[in-house]
C-alpha cells in the first residue's frame, strides 16, 4: 500500500511539473509576441516605430533638372540643389548605378546592418533653408537625425520610405498647384 | 497750346532731375568711378601689407604681399619665391590690378606690377588676398605706405567689390597672434557660423530613440577674439583704413 502510494506520488510530480513546463513555454511564446526578439531581419520580429505624424502630410518627391519638388495635395515645396545632388536623386529613382555615389552607400549600409528606414521628413525651415530628417531603426533602436532634404531625398527614393512634409512649413513656402 | 506744352517739359525736367538724382544715389559705390585721384608716380614705387591665409591643416597664417610699380610695358607679374602658385591666386591678382585701375581712373600699360607673396605655405592659391593686393597697387601708385596693424583679406572684383572668402575665424585668429589690431573682412563675414553637433536618446514607446541635430550658433568674431574685426564691401571702404 505504501509503496502503491509513492507511485502514484512520483507519477503526480511529472505531470505537474511537464504541465508548469508547458504554461511556461506558452507564457514565453506570448512575452515574446509582444516583446519581440531579433531575428536579423529588421522589422520582422519587432514592432515598427511609428513616429509622431500630426502636422504632417505624406508627399510625392519629383526631380526636375536642379529642381527638387515636394507635393501634398494641392500644394508643392519646391527648391534648387546642387547639380551632383539633383543626379544622385534621379539615379536613384531610376535604380541606375554609375559608381556607387555617397547615398548608394548609404543605401548598402542600412540593408546590411539590417537597418531600415522608417521615414524621412521636413520638418523646418530656419532663414529660408528647408530642413529634413531621417528616422531610422534598427532592432529596438531609432535614429532621428537632420539631413539635407537632397540627402534625405536621394536616400529615399533608394530605400523606397515614405516621406513627410510639415503642413506648417508647407503653408508657409508651399505654392498651389491645383 | 503753347503753355501745355512747357508744363509738359517742365515735368518732364523734375522727373528727369528727380529720376537722375534717385539713380545716382543707389548706384554701388565702388562704380562710382569719380575719384580722379591720379597720382603717376616717376620710376617706381612698391607697398607691403599683411596677407591672411590657411595652412594644409586649416589652421590661419599672416603673410606679406609687396606690391612693386615701376615704368614698364604693362605686364603683371605674382611671384612666390619657393612656394607654388595656384591659378586663382593669380587670376585675383589681375583683378586687383583693374580694380587699383578702375579706382584711381588710370590705365596701368605703361607700368610693370609685381606681386610678392610671402608665406609660409607650400600652395599660393586662393582669392582672399585679392583686397589686399588690390589696395597695395593703389598705394604704391600713391606713392603711400600702409597703415601698420591693419589686414585685409577678401576676393576682389574689377569692379573694386570685395567679395566673401572661406575660413574668416582661422585668418582673424592668426592676424591677432601676428598684432594686427583691425581687420577688414567681406560684408557679412564678422560673424562666423558656429555649427554644432548634439545627440541625445530617450526611451520611448519601449524603443531607444537617439536624435541627432546640427544646430548653428552665431559667434561675433572680434568680440570672441578681441580684435577689431570691420566688414567692408569695396575698395574705398577698406582704403582708409590703411593711409
Known sequence: MKARKTSQGVGFYIIAILLVAVIAFSAGIIVSGLKP??????????????????????????ISGNN??????????????????AFSIAAGAAGHYVRPLPHDLMQDMIDNMGATVVEGRIDESIDGIHRAKIILQWKDNVLDVDSRPSDMAALSVRMGNPVYVSNEVMNAYGSRVC | MKKKEGKAVYYMLVVGLVLGILIGINLPQSIQVVQNTKTYIENSSS??????????????????VVVEVKKGTGTVSFDVGESLKGLSAQASALNAVNAAESYLNIDSSDYDINFVVKANASLIDGPSAGAA???????????????????????????????????????????????????????????????????????????????????????????????????????MEALPYFE
Open chain 1, 37 to 62: 526578439v531579433y531575428s536579423g531581419e529588421a522589422g520582422t520580429n519587432y514592432a515598427v516605430f511609428q513616429p509622431d505624424r500630426t502636422g504632417y502630410s505624406e508627399a510625392k518627391m519629383a
Open chain 2, 47 to 64: 607697398a607691403e601689407l599683411p596677407i591672411a591665409g590657411v595652412d594644409n591643416e586649416g589652421n590661419g597664417v599672416i603673410g606679406t
Open chain 2, 133 to 235: 593686393m588690390a589696395i597695395g597697387t593703389i598705394l604704391a601708385f600713391q606713392n603711400k605706405s600702409a597703415a601698420e596693424g591693419v589686414a585685409i583679406t577678401g576676393s576682389i572684383e574689377d569692379n573694386g567689390q570685395i567679395t566673401p572668402v572661406g575660413s574668416v575665424m582661422e585668418k582673424a585668429l592668426a592676424a591677432k597672434n601676428a598684432g594686427i589690431t583691425t581687420f577688414l573682412v567681406p560684408e557679412g563675414e564678422s560673424i562666423n557660423a558656429d555649427i554644432q553637433r548634439a545627440k541625445e536618446c530617450n526611451k520611448v514607446n519601449g524603443f531607444r530613440v537617439c536624435r541627432i541635430r546640427y544646430t548653428t550658433e552665431d559667434v561675433n568674431i572680434g568680440e570672441s577674439l578681441g580684435i577689431n574685426v570691420v566688414e567692408v564691401s569695396s575698395i
Open chain 1, 68 to 85: 527638387l519638388s515636394f507635393t501634398t495635395g494641392c500644394r508643392e515645396l519646391s527648391m534648387l540643389i546642387t547639380e551632383d545632388q
